[in-house]
């Protein structure tokens, strides 16, 4: 009797283990190279003065060095509980990445978020990459990578709004939201929809520090297409600025991108403005790019990203970035890029994350690296 107990109990242990299997994963990467850059500056300022050449071992040429724990566990009927903790570090310095608050930095600066997924798709709550971001990469040749690509047209953007490049609250659109709900559907015919809201928790002010957007996105025989609207309140005000509900940050997107055989075109347009002032901020930013994979391990991309003001046509900058890699292993890639950006009148689009130029003058970057996961 006592031996079938103990059968039995076994069996129930096993059978509660395959109902709700877990597991826990560290992974990350790292991504480092030489870099070179003819003109300089201190900061993003419109009148930053040219320290003239930089030469320097450089974070993030492709992406940013990264770590990160994510786990889920499947509670079964197609449901899972999952989680992820991601967090940016610089790998010359060992530093952490920026918070949304100039002179903080925080372990966990990207994702730290738990959530649900299942057949209606995925819910996840905390702070998390915008739907957005996932949308601009689909639809840009380079992948909003951190040299020349959508991505660094589009903190341009943000540099011409006055964002200081010291904290991750950008004035227009967002990278990553704090306290922010996500909601991504599962596709339907290639198509898919990704909604956000991130409640502000300012006392007094429902709208105070909100943010909201809705992302549609198609994925299907080799084409990608993306629609994207992002709206915010009370971003990137000085720290004893009161939040008041102020809508002072929208931006609009269409992109697309179309694969044939070896062969990527992609072509995107989009605005950035401050609806509560349009006459402080209003810019566009129009973007082409072209990229052949030569064969599994190695492909060439390069990209066209033109921002201008269009409060002051003076105001306009022209970016063109080539890159190579190579894949010498499923966990190690090689990597070159070059990029040009003229800028005029205060514009200062830089050519790399992290890396300010000196505004209204042309600038060429250079950079050798080796991007490795794990």
Not at 55 to 79: C, H, N, Q, R, V
Not at 231 to 243: E, G, I, K, Q, S
Not at 344 to 368: C, D, F, K, R, W
């Given at each position: 009797?006592?031996?079938?107990?103990?059968?039995?109990?076994?069996?129930?242990?096993?059978?509660?283990?395959?109902?709700?299997?877990?597991?826990?994963?560290?992974?990350?990467?790292?991504?480092?190279?030489?870099?070179?850059?003819?003109?300089?500056?201190?900061?993003?300022?419109?009148?930053?003065?040219?320290?003239?050449?930089?030469?320097?071992?450089?974070?993030?040429?492709?992406?940013?060095?990264?770590?990160?724990?994510?786990?889920?566990?499947?509670?079964?009927?197609?449901?899972?509980?999952?989680?992820?903790?991601?967090?940016?570090?610089?790998?010359?310095?060992?530093?952490?990445?920026?918070?949304?608050?100039?002179?903080?930095?925080a372990i966990f600066n990207q994702q730290t978020t738990v959530g649900v997924s299942g057949p209606f798709g995925s819910i996840d709550l905390g702070r998390q990459y915008t739907p957005m971001i996932y949308a601009m990469a689909d639809t840009d040749v380079r992948a909003a990578q951190y040299f020349g690509s959508i991505l660094s047209a589009w903190l341009g953007l943000?540099?011409?709004?006055?964002?200081?490049?010291?904290?991750?609250?950008?004035?227009?659109?967002?990278?990553?939201?704090?306290?922010?709900?996500?909601?991504?559907?599962?596709?339907?015919?290639?198509?898919?929809?990704?909604?956000?809201?991130?409640?502000?928790?300012?006392?007094?002010?429902?709208?105070?520090?909100?943010?909201?957007?809705?992302?549609?996105?198609?994925?299907?025989?080799?084409?990608?297409?993306?629609?994207?609207?992002?709206?915010?309140?009370?971003?990137?005000?000085?720290?004893?600025?009161?939040?008041?509900?102020?809508?002072?940050?929208?931006?609009?997107?269409?992109?697309?991108?179309?694969?044939?055989?070896?062969?990527?075109?992609?072509?995107?347009?989009?605005?950035?403005?401050?609806?509560?002032?349009?006459?402080?901020?209003?810019?566009?930013?129009?973007?082409?790019g072209l990229g052949y994979q030569f064969t599994p391990f190695f492909k060439i991309t390069s990209g066209f990203y033109y921002l201008k003001d269009r409060n002051n046509s003076a105001n306009h900058s022209s970016e063109y970035a080539l890159g190579a890699e190579y894949g010498v292993s499923k966990r190690t890639l090689l990597y070159a890029q070059v990029g040009y950006?003229?800028?005029?009148?205060?514009?200062?689009?830089?050519?790399?994350?992290?890396?300010?130029?000196?505004?209204?003058?042309?600038?060429?970057?250079?950079?050798?690296?080796?991007?490795?996961?794990?």
């Open positions: 009797m006592k031996r079938k107990l103990s059968v039995l109990a076994v069996l129930a242990v096993m059978a509660g283990a395959a109902h709700a299997q877990s597991s826990v994963t560290l992974y990350g990467a790292i991504d480092t190279g030489l870099f070179y850059q003819s003109t300089g500056a201190t900061s993003f300022a419109s009148n930053a003065k040219n320290l003239g050449h930089v030469y320097a071992l450089k974070d993030a040429g492709i992406y940013a060095s990264f770590w990160g724990i994510k786990g889920t566990e499947d509670i079964g009927g197609g449901y899972k509980v999952n989680f992820r903790l991601q967090g940016v570090f610089n790998s010359g310095t060992g530093k952490l990445g920026l918070a949304d608050t100039t002179g903080g930095t943000n540099q011409a709004g006055g964002w200081s490049g010291t904290n991750t609250n950008v004035p227009i659109g967002a990278l990553y939201d704090s306290n922010a709900i996500v909601y991504q559907s599962p596709k339907f015919y290639g198509a898919s929809v990704g909604l956000e809201y991130a409640p502000g928790g300012v006392p007094g002010q429902i709208q105070g520090g909100t943010r909201e957007s809705a992302v549609l996105r198609y994925s299907n025989y080799g084409l990608n297409l993306a629609a994207v609207y992002y709206n915010a309140h009370d971003t990137n005000l000085p720290a004893t600025t009161p939040a008041t509900g102020l809508d002072n940050n929208r931006f609009y997107y269409l992109g697309a991108k179309y694969t044939f055989h070896s062969v990527s075109v992609s072509a995107s347009y989009g605005i950035g403005k401050n609806p509560s002032n349009t006459g402080q901020s209003d810019y566009e930013m129009i973007s082409g950006v003229a800028n005029h009148g205060t514009m200062n689009q830089t050519i790399t994350y992290g890396e300010p130029v000196a505004p209204g003058v042309s600038t060429t970057a250079a950079m050798l690296g080796i991007r490795h996961t794990f």
